[in-house]
């Protein structure tokens, strides 16, 4: 084990004086991406003061919706590495990125209305919360530097599927592979032919202190509370030529509190599950009402952002007599098509709706209220009142009345905040609605897109608007009843 330590030490010292190309490591807080980190300092530190000539950039992806005790470990892990690394004279920084807040996971859900992921495949929060603020990083140092290296703590023995990722993007015979999405960036992967137990043999040697002063053995108790601390990561040595042996536990994988793709969030109930943790169980249960908000169709639009409408049409030949009767009863029509088969029309859940939006603020807050802890920024929540602007509230004081009714307290802005109409004129526009039955989302774009476009002498940006508006296929279902669109979520 030692002498293959040695080599890569050997290697990534190699690699670093080879050329004034900065490096950038990404670091997840796991074991993986700190065994990378380490072996860096380490080679660093071997190094005489006047080799170390270029940067190490050390970036962490911070989502907003990590898990707690998962981020706070990585926050002040990242803060020691940073105060040694100036101690040690090291050209080491650490940069913790994440998401703008216009593009947050709770202003797409809370703001935009967009449905939590349910698939892998269909996940539209990995590559806005994750992969682009760890790429707009990149991409800066490219652009005052011309190349960069980045280091990444990806191995062929976390998974088949993670092997064959790695073996597709090697190219035989060369350290460094060409990044699959970043021009002029380049990809070191120092561990990868690692196995589980060599890195926790590495995590856990000398004591479990790491070079820059902390203790990896907190590292190994959050991955066996993850675990929920039924099976604690032992390493055994076998008498067959003393090798290690290791049980399957001590691998969980940390992600967000918040995430629906996977049925069961197995570390954060692993964590509820040893005691030490309850304080979680909050997010466990907001994780849970999401989850069936989710299916609720009575918080989902009838439509997309843009206004298109689907359905997916279901032959009832091809549906059990129990999933028939559920149609009939959530009042499905049963239609006839022109050769005289038997069909549902069943609508397709868009977006969440107004009322949905509003639901989960509340919800989030309440949670939040109960944690003592931050689950949502002001700045994510004054993104979610511009959309909400822009798209329902005429009021411009819907979020504001919201926040202080589960908070008691009074965002910075509330007293700025101005509605379009007087309170007597909105009421009377309320009992218009309801007089003629006229939909009130509608009446209320055309209220905001007038009120937008008062100032503007040039009325072409108005009517354009408003032609964008009253062309939307949600007006004018009767057009598309002959026609079939697909359930996109």
Request: hydrophobic share 35%; with cysteine; aromatic share 10%.
């Given at each position: 084990?030692?002498?293959?330590?040695?080599?890569?030490?050997k290697?990534?010292?190699?690699?670093?004086?080879?050329?004034d190309?900065?490096?950038?490591?990404?670091?997840?807080?796991?074991?993986?991406?700190?065994?990378?980190?380490?072996?860096?300092?380490?080679?660093?530190?071997?190094?005489?003061?006047?080799?170390?000539?270029?940067?190490?950039?050390?970036?962490?992806?911070?989502?907003?919706?990590?898990?707690?005790?998962?981020i706070?470990?990585?926050?002040?892990?990242?803060?020691?590495?940073?105060?040694?690394?100036?101690?040690?004279?090291?050209?080491?920084?650490?940069?913790i990125?994440?998401?703008?807040?216009?593009?947050?996971?709770?202003?797409?859900?809370?703001?935009?209305?967009?449905?939590t992921?349910?698939?892998?495949?269909?996940?539209?929060?990995?590559?806005?919360?994750?992969?682009d603020?760890?790429?707009?990083?990149?991409?800066?140092?490219?652009?005052e530097?011309?190349?960069?290296?980045?280091?990444l703590?990806?191995?062929?023995?976390?998974?088949?599927?993670?092997?064959?990722?790695?073996?597709?993007?090697?190219?035989?015979?060369?350290?460094?592979?060409?990044?699959?999405?970043?021009r002029n960036?380049?990809?070191?992967?120092?561990?990868?032919?690692l196995?589980?137990?060599?890195?926790w043999?590495?995590?856990?040697?000398?004591?479990?202190?790491?070079?820059?002063?902390?203790?990896?053995?907190?590292?190994?108790?959050?991955?066996k509370?993850?675990?929920?601390?039924?099976c604690?990561?032992?390493?055994?040595?076998?008498?067959?030529k003393?090798?290690?042996?290791?049980?399957?536990?001590?691998?969980?994988r940390?992600?967000c509190?918040?995430?629906?793709?996977?049925?069961?969030?197995?570390?954060?109930?692993g964590f509820?599950?040893?005691?030490?943790?309850?304080?979680?169980?909050?997010?466990?249960?907001?994780?849970?009402w999401?989850?069936?908000?989710?299916?609720?169709?009575?918080?989902?639009?009838?439509?997309?952002?843009?206004?298109?409408?689907?359905r997916?049409?279901?032959?009832?030949?091809n549906?059990?007599?129990?999933?028939?009767e559920?149609?009939?009863?959530?009042?499905?029509?049963?239609?006839?098509?022109?050769s005289?088969?038997?069909y549902?029309?069943?609508r397709?859940?868009?977006?969440?709706?107004?009322?949905?939006?509003?639901l989960?603020?509340r919800?989030?807050?309440?949670t939040?209220?109960?944690?003592?802890?931050q689950?949502?920024r002001?700045?994510?929540?004054k993104?979610?009142?511009?959309?909400?602007a822009r798209?329902?509230?005429?009021?411009k004081?819907?979020?504001?009345?919201?926040y202080?009714?589960?908070?008691?307290?009074?965002?910075?802005?509330?007293?700025?905040?101005?509605?379009?109409?007087?309170?007597?004129?909105?009421?009377?526009?309320?009992?218009?609605?309801?007089?003629?039955?006229?939909?009130?989302?509608l009446?209320?774009?055309?209220?905001i897109?007038?009120d937008?476009?008062?100032?503007?002498?040039?009325?072409?940006?108005?009517?354009?608007?408003?032609?964008?508006?009253?062309?939307?296929?949600?007006?004018?279902?009767?057009?598309?009843?002959d026609?079939?669109?697909?359930?996109?979520?």
């Amino acid at each position: 084990m030692k002498e293959q330590i040695d080599i890569t030490l050997k290697e990534m010292e190699m690699v670093y004086l080879n050329d004034d190309r900065p490096w950038i490591i990404g670091y997840s807080g796991g074991k993986d991406s700190t065994v990378v980190v380490q072996l860096v300092y380490k080679m660093l530190k071997n190094l005489r003061k006047e080799k170390r000539n270029k940067k190490v950039y050390i970036v962490s992806s911070d989502t907003l919706i990590e898990n707690p005790v998962i981020i706070d470990h990585l926050i002040e892990t990242c803060k020691l590495i940073e105060k040694s690394a100036i101690k040690d004279e090291l050209p080491l920084e650490v940069h913790i990125v994440h998401p703008e807040y216009e593009d947050s996971f709770w202003t797409n859900v809370i703001g935009k209305g967009y449905p939590t992921p349910k698939s892998a495949t269909f996940r539209w929060c990995t590559s806005r919360l994750k992969i682009d603020p760890s790429n707009s990083f990149i991409e800066e140092k490219i652009e005052e530097n011309g190349e960069v290296v980045v280091l990444l703590g990806v191995r062929k023995d976390e998974s088949e599927a993670r092997r064959g990722s790695i073996e597709q993007r090697e190219i035989s015979g060369y350290i460094l592979n060409p990044h699959h999405s970043l021009r002029n960036a380049y990809v070191y992967s120092p561990i990868s032919e690692l196995r589980t137990d060599e890195v926790w043999t590495l995590l856990l040697e000398n004591n479990g202190v790491n070079p820059w002063g902390g203790s990896n053995e907190l590292l190994f108790e959050l991955y066996k509370d993850g675990d929920g601390g039924e099976c604690p990561f032992i390493m055994i040595k076998t008498d067959d030529k003393n090798k290690i042996k290791t049980p399957s536990c001590g691998t969980t994988r940390f992600g967000c509190w918040i995430c629906t793709v996977v049925n069961d969030d197995k570390s954060l109930l692993g964590f509820v599950e040893t005691g030490n943790y309850d304080w979680l169980i909050p997010l466990v249960e907001f994780r849970e009402w999401i989850l069936d908000v989710r299916e609720n169709r009575e918080y989902r639009a009838k439509k997309q952002r843009t206004g298109r409408i689907y359905r997916l049409k279901k032959d009832l030949d091809n549906l059990t007599q129990e999933e028939k009767e559920e149609f009939i009863e959530e009042g499905y029509d049963i239609q006839i098509d022109d050769s005289g088969e038997e069909y549902f029309w069943v609508r397709g859940l868009g977006p969440f709706n107004y009322e949905g939006r509003k639901l989960i603020l509340r919800k989030l807050l309440q949670t939040q209220k109960e944690m003592g802890m931050q689950l949502i920024r002001e700045e994510e929540l004054k993104e979610i009142e511009n959309i909400w602007a822009r798209e329902f509230d005429i009021r411009k004081t819907e979020l504001i009345k919201i926040y202080y009714e589960e908070t008691g307290k009074e965002l910075p802005w509330a007293k700025y905040n101005q509605p379009i109409f007087s309170e007597e004129i909105i009421e009377n526009i309320d009992k218009t609605i309801k007089e003629y039955n006229i939909d009130k989302e509608l009446y209320s774009r055309l209220l905001i897109i007038a009120d937008d476009n008062k100032l503007y002498n040039n009325k072409s940006k108005f009517r354009k608007d408003l032609n964008r508006l009253l062309n939307q296929q949600w007006l004018h279902k009767e057009i598309y009843d002959d026609e079939e669109y697909l359930d996109e979520n």
